[in-house]
């Protein structure tokens, strides 16, 4: 009878622990945590807040929300220490030390 093929060695690594050492490695980590603030935001805020929303970016850990309703950025200006406590909650780790409202 033939033995079955295993190629697994004793060197060999998961696929997440390659795809972190990539990361890693590339010092890609900040760039991930951006994006994943600016895709969580909808999830984070609330449906009402994302439609009013026009536009979401992260620069030198600032976060910059564009939005179009005054009344809301009045509100939000008011708990912006929120917001970015909410945000950083949602990606695990401190990427926004400020929000900024336009």
């Known amino acids: 009878m033939k033995k079955p093929f295993f190629p697994f060695r004793s060197g060999d690594i998961s696929l997440k622990e390659g795809l972190e050492a990539l990361v890693r490695t590339y010092r890609l980590q ?4 951006e994006v994943t603030v600016v895709s969580s935001w909808e999830r984070v ?10 536009e979401v970016y992260v620069n030198q850990g600032r976060l910059f929300v564009r939005l179009t309703s005054a009344p809301l950025k009045h509100e939000l200006v008011m ?7 909410l945000i950083n ?6 990427v926004i030390k400020e929000v900024i409202f336009l």
């Open 89 to 94: 909650a949602e990606v695990g780790e401190t």
């Open 45 to 54: 805020m609330g449906k009402a807040v994302a439609l009013k929303t026009q």
């Open 79 to 85: 708990a912006k220490t929120r917001v970015a406590e």
């Open 30 to 33: 900040g760039k991930l945590n």
